[in-house]
């Protein structure tokens, strides 16, 4: 007689690894702050849109609250992320108006010399979004039938006013050619930090 081998069933674990993290969170802008937002006409002509000419719109004295409360985002977005083992202070270095116009797009690009970035959305349409890109390269690409955030190269983020974009600045992302017949208006920023990094014992040790 033969012992009866005992089966076992399939068992299966998948994990998510080193995932791109994009938060969207919603800041209030109250009258005052979003005229001086709309204010910046001074554009200057990019790849498929328009930027401003001022690259430190939220240095302006009217903005002042805006700021810290979009900073304070970003602070929230890199502590739950990161859970930092040294204290490290986001801040913002250079923010700019972006005009897309209907018909215009605004070109797949990174943003270098900056830590983690961010889009608000001072004026909008409904179905508006940014699209977000896996530009690593793969050496198969295979076609999904269902297509999802999981297995897709692109993704695409629904965006109101009011909203916020926090994504890590290497992240390459776009705007696909508006179709609706308003102007498209948003507000991009870059950050850095100040802190300590690293580790002393590892010789890695910096203070910024």
Not at 31 to 60: A, C, P, W
Not at 163 to 173: I, K, M, W
Request: glycine share 6%; aromatic share 12%.
């Amino acid at each position: 007689m033969f012992a009866r081998r005992k089966r076992y069933g399939m068992h299966s674990m998948m994990y998510k690894l080193f995932p791109s993290i994009v938060e969207k969170a919603n800041v209030s802008i109250n009258q005052k702050e979003f005229d001086t937002l709309k204010s910046f006409n001074r554009m200057i002509k990019s790849y498929g849109n328009y930027i401003s000419q001022d690259k430190y719109v939220l240095n302006h004295s009217e903005l002042v609250g805006f700021k810290k409360r979009l900073t304070n985002v970003v602070q929230k977005y890199h502590d739950k992320v990161y859970k930092p083992k040294h204290p490290v202070e986001i801040y913002i270095t250079q923010s700019w108006i972006n005009l897309t116009r209907p018909g215009e797009y605004h070109h797949e690009h990174k943003h270098p010399n900056s830590y983690l970035s961010g889009v608000f959305y001072i004026d909008v349409s409904d179905g508006d979004g940014i699209c977000l890109i896996d530009d690593r390269y793969f050496v198969i690409r295979i076609d999904s039938e269902e297509y999802d955030e999981n297995n897709g190269s692109e993704w695409t983020i629904p965006v109101s006013n009011n909203d916020v974009v926090v994504f890590r600045s290497d992240l390459a992302h776009k705007v696909h050619t508006t179709s609706t017949g308003n102007n498209r208006v948003s507000l991009a920023f870059n950050t850095f930090f100040r802190g300590y990094v690293g580790d002393d014992e590892t010789s890695s040790g910096l203070h910024l």
